[in-house]
């Protein structure tokens, strides 16, 4: 089975811009949920999707959005940017609330 | 903000001898999950204990959970370089629903050959 599938891996923005991040999950996984991780925070939740609905959100700016697809598969978007937005964005995919199946990440670095 | 603490947060360790890190955190929960981290990389689930748990295994890990003193302990047992990563502990909150989780900061583990 695949695993969470997370693109792109590595991306560079500057400041003001905005950026779409991408996961899919592992196959039969409604649930999806992202989290922010960076040194001086840690890990972060920002929101959980479950059959295309937001089921869970964290406390993060409006900037910060979602939204899942009928195949499960989920984006998220970050306008305007700002330099503490650089961060590792975790995707992590689950069958039901427990385990959390964790992507490899998507690096943003904002200039 | 982040529901649990971990002590310590950095470990260093020979290979073959055992670590153990602790978690603590604030609220009432469900379930206390433990993660581990490899640099940079994704999240990997260890173990899940069910609040009505208080001890659970899972080949050379043990964790135990006290949800008096809200306080969990992951040991590693007979180390392997292979272990070194973050290890990260997790909680949701009692009665919640989903998979909203609440990380603690990470105790950095090293092993050496």
């Known amino acids: 089975k695949a695993g969470v599938t997370q693109t792109p891996r590595y991306l560079i923005k500057t400041r003001g811009q905005q950026v779409t991040l991408s996961c899919s999950p592992i196959s039969g996984h409604r649930s999806v949920s992202w989290y922010q991780q960076t040194p001086g925070q840690g890990l972060q939740f920002l929101f959980e999707?479950?059959?295309?609905?937001?089921?869970n959100k964290g406390n993060f700016p409006g900037r910060f959005s979602g939204r899942q697809f009928s195949n499960s598969r989920s984006e998220m978007n970050v306008s305007t940017l700002e330099l503490g937005d650089s961060a590792l964005y975790l995707c992590a995919s689950s069958l039901s609330a427990g385990e959390l199946f964790f992507g490899e990440g998507s690096r943003l670095t904002v200039l | 903000s982040q529901q649990g603490e971990e002590d310590p947060q950095a470990l260093s360790i020979q290979e073959g001898e055992n670590a153990t890190m602790n978690c603590s955190y604030k609220t009432s929960i469900n379930n206390l999950q433990w993660y581990r981290q490899n640099s940079g990389r994704g999240l990997v689930h260890l173990i899940l204990?069910?609040?009505?748990?208080r001890e659970k295994h899972s080949g050379r890990l043990r964790v135990t959970l006290d949800t008096s003193k809200k306080s969990s302990s992951l040991l590693i047992t007979a180390s392997r370089a292979a272990d070194t990563a973050s290890y990260f502990c997790a909680t949701d909150g009692k009665g919640a629903a989903g998979n909203k989780l609440t990380f603690g900061g990470g105790t950095r583990v090293l092993v050496k050959p």
């Open positions: 999707y479950f059959s295309e609905t937001q089921r």
């Open positions: 204990i069910r609040s009505n748990e």
